[in-house]
């Protein structure tokens, strides 16, 4: 059975504890069990006496992605660098022609370092010919949240819980969560603000009160635009962005009510326990931004007509 919403939900924040408890061989092996899991073409790679791994923790034959991980109990930056480079080095000589994708698998809680990044970068760079990814907690949180109800279970080693309590869920809007209340959503001059798409709105059948919201939220994406253009992180946009289309995806599946579902991802970003007002109003203008730029509900046909559709404006 496929997990709802709301054992996504628990699960997402189950992962992370989980996570925040294995490093070294524990870490590798939650890894190994996850992807086998997921991908009847996983291969989990083990040491072989002096043949070692060949640089591989695991091998995705059919994607032809090879994986290494790195689950440090305290972060070394020359450490990873030297983790990261003997594993590329030891997988291209033993592993030629083996794999298409190399990626790297850690176990920072907080996001890619700025070292790793470096490191992705430069390898890109030299090594043409091959795509080179991150694999962090986002990663298996997202995994995770595609497996049956029992294969998870059986991953944690316990059943999921049906009155887990949490707050803030999705980890790549924390940081703009906190921006947003920290600069308390202040007015932007005329020039700056963002004219709503009232097709839109108008073709998602939300009620005049939403609406209403959704337009002063829509006013303040101007704030987080100027958020992700100062981010070291160059990706991050786009990882926020990819999340909230998978998710909006999940959820359109179990609802139809647009309301309900504009609900539910709020759920998503805030969790289910209580939150401040300030938090969730940061949380509407994040759903609306991302609303504008088309990554969640569905824009009207190009010949479509708001007349006769709600109340048109």
């Given at each position: 059975m496929r997990l ?5 939900l628990?699960v ?8 925040s ?11 190994q069990?996850l ?6 073409d ?50 291209l ?22 070292e ?17 990814e ?5 990663k ?13 279970e ?12 949490f ?7 924390i940081?703009?969560?906190d ?24 073709y998602n ?12 939220a ?29 998710e ?11 309301e ?9 970003i ?9 938090q ?11 609303f ?22």
């Amino acid at each position: 059975m496929r997990l709802d919403f709301h054992s996504r939900l628990a699960v997402r924040y189950m992962i992370k504890m989980k996570l925040s408890e294995l490093y070294g061989n524990a870490f590798e092996d939650f890894f190994q069990d996850l992807m086998c899991l997921r991908y009847p073409d996983f291969a989990d790679v083990r040491t072989a006496g002096s043949k070692g791994d060949q640089g591989s923790d695991g091998l995705a034959l059919v994607g032809r992605k090879l994986y290494a991980c790195y689950g440090p109990q305290t972060f070394n930056a020359d450490k990873l660098q030297k983790k990261f480079n003997d594993d590329l080095t030891s997988a291209l000589e033993k592993r030629d022609g083996q794999f298409q994708t190399f990626v790297f698998v850690h176990n920072d809680l907080r996001g890619l370092h700025p070292e790793l990044t470096s490191l992705l970068s430069n390898a890109r760079r030299t090594h043409s010919t091959i795509n080179f990814e991150p694999f962090g907690f986002r990663k298996f949180r997202d995994e995770a949240g595609l497996l049956e109800r029992h294969q998870v279970e059986d991953l944690l080693g316990y059943p999921i819980p049906v009155d887990l309590v949490f707050g803030v869920q999705l980890e790549e809007v924390i940081p703009l969560l906190d921006h947003l209340v920290r600069t308390r959503l202040g007015a932007s001059g005329n020039d700056d603000i963002v004219i709503p798409s009232a097709s839109k709105l108008d073709y998602n059948d939300f009620s005049y009160e939403t609406k209403e919201d959704m337009r002063r939220a829509i006013a303040h994406s101007k704030q987080i635009d100027q958020y992700y253009f100062l981010r070291e992180d160059v990706v991050e946009r786009d990882e926020a962005a990819l999340a909230f289309r998978t998710e909006y995806l999940h959820i359109r599946e179990n609802y139809q009510d647009p309301e309900e579902i504009l609900y539910q991802l709020d759920q998503y970003i805030l969790g289910n326990a209580s939150a401040p007002l300030q938090q969730r109003r940061a949380a509407m203008v994040v759903l609306a931004y991302f609303f504008q730029s088309c990554d969640i509900f569905d824009n009207p046909p190009p010949d479509w007509s708001a007349t006769g559709n709600g109340d048109g404006q």
